[in-house]
T-cell receptor
Framework: QQPVQSPQAVILREGEDAVINCSSSKALYSVHWYRQKHGEAPVFLMILLKGGEQKGHEKISASFNEKKQQSSLYLTASQLSYSGTYFCGTETGGSGGSNYKLTFGKGTLLTVNP | DADVTQTPRNRITKTGKRIMLECSQTKGHDRMYWYRQDPGLGLRLIYYSFDVKDINKGEISDGYSVSRQAQAKFSLSLESAIPNQTALYFC???????????????FGPGTRLTVL
């Protein structure tokens, strides 16, 4: 089942912070975050595993609340280069069977203006 | 060289024509996927393959077929293209074991298909 992302779109000024949320109605094994710039392919940012630690690098980090089946992506002191569409992808299960794959949300369009 | 390549990158065709989109990868991954992307609808899975002998339908497989010719090649066909198949198509790959037991996917550059 497709995870739900919120907000659908957000507009920031350079230097401001943003939070993008991803929630699922199913128990999650992992949450992946991707960023897609206009006209380009989605690019993997990070993964959060059940029972794992909060991940991140530089000014983009994420958390995973297993009990609520939710993940949040935090973008601090946003830069112009952060603009794009952010997708979360969720994995349920965890045994590596034939139905073990990512399901992507519809995306959140982030626009950072000067 | 790119790890995941797609050909063609752009294609304009007419209703009723047969179209094949090709995907090749040099990552050595077992799993390959085809998605279509439409504005506001995110990435929708068409077909996926966990190895050469394993092909599975995704959520929107009607009107599409696939062929996994080798570990490195996965083709998507539209037997009789229709205008609502106009979209951006992405191929992706993943490898369960090398990614530590997850389905982290790596995308090709995409094929923009227009059906008139």
């Amino acid at each position: 089942q497709q995870p739900v992302q919120s907000p659908q779109a957000v507009i920031l000024r350079e230097g401001e912070d943003a939070v993008i949320n991803c929630s699922s109605s199913k128990a999650l094994y992992s949450v992946h975050w991707y960023r897609q710039k206009h006209g380009e392919a989605p690019v993997f940012l990070m993964i959060l595993l059940k029972g794992g630690e909060q991940k991140g690098h530089e000014k983009i980090s994420a958390s995973f609340n297993e009990k609520k089946q939710q993940s949040s992506l935090y973008l601090t002191a946003s830069q112009l280069s952060y603009s794009g569409t952010y997708f979360c992808g969720t994995e349920t299960g965890g045994s590596g069977g034939s139905n073990y794959k990512l399901t992507f949300g519809k995306g959140t369009l982030l626009t950072v203006n000067p | 060289d790119a790890d995941v390549t797609q050909t063609p990158r752009n294609r304009i065709t007419k209703t009723g024509k047969r179209i094949m989109l090709e995907c090749s990868q040099t990552k050595g991954h077992d799993r390959m996927y085809w998605y279509r992307q439409d504005p506001g609808l995110g990435l929708r899975l068409i077909y996926y393959s966990f190895d050469v002998k394993d092909i599975n339908k995704g959520e929107i497989s009607d009107g599409y077929s696939v062929s996994r010719q080798a570990q490195a090649k996965f083709s998507l066909s539209l037997e009789s293209a229709i205008p609502n198949q106009t979209a951006l198509y992405f191929c992706a790959t993943s490898d369960f074991w090398s990614s530590g037991g997850t389905d982290t996917q790596y995308f090709g550059p995409g094929t923009r298909l227009t059906v008139l």
